[in-house]
């Protein structure tokens, strides 16, 4: 089995990110990753060893094993995590700003679709920007939700 990572790994020993390094070739090709500072600036520099691929398929695998087995504490913690920001919103917010917000939401973020249409900006940049304007619509619809019973994501 192979998983392929979609994440960044740092080093514990100097911050750098780990890079996905080849080692080898034909069968006796193997991976590896490698902290890029060690990489490019030798052992001087950082002293961390390369992690074999398997091993941190492994030790993934082992933390995800972990977290399926504590389902039910993980999602009571969730749960509860999810309540407070809630709370605390629904405290911080009248109806009428949550109201306002949402539609202020809901605007910049036709804003952002439609200045990403006409200029073609970096994937990543609007990404990273819808991402956090669509977080917040849903917790403000959360806590409209929590307040008066409608679910306003019907609405919108």
């Known amino acids: 089995m192979s998983i392929r990572f979609q994440v960044s790994f740092f080093c514990q020993n100097c911050g750098s990110k780990f890079r996905r390094h080849r080692w080898g070739t034909g069968k006796h090709k193997k991976y590896v990753w490698q902290c890029i500072n060690r990489q490019l600036n030798g052992v001087e520099s950082c002293s961390t060893k390369p992690v074999k691929e398997k091993e941190l398929e492994q030790a993934f695998l082992r933390a995800m094993n972990k977290v399926i087995g504590l ?3 993980f999602m009571k913690t969730l749960i509860q995590n999810i309540n407070k920001r809630i709370n605390n919103v629904e405290q911080e917010y009248s109806m009428e700003q949550i109201d306002s917000r949402l539609t202020e939401l809901q605007q910049e973020l ?3 679709v439609r200045l990403n249409a006409k200029t073609g900006l970096d994937t990543r940049v609007v990404d990273k920007e819808y991402s956090t304007l669509a ?3 849903e917790l403000m619809a959360a806590v409209f939700v929590f307040k008066t019973g409608v679910d306003v994501r019907e609405i919108l």
Do not use: F, G
């Open 135 to 137: 977080a917040e619509i």
């Open 110 to 112: 036709m804003s952002l």
């Open 71 to 73: 389902k039910e504490a």
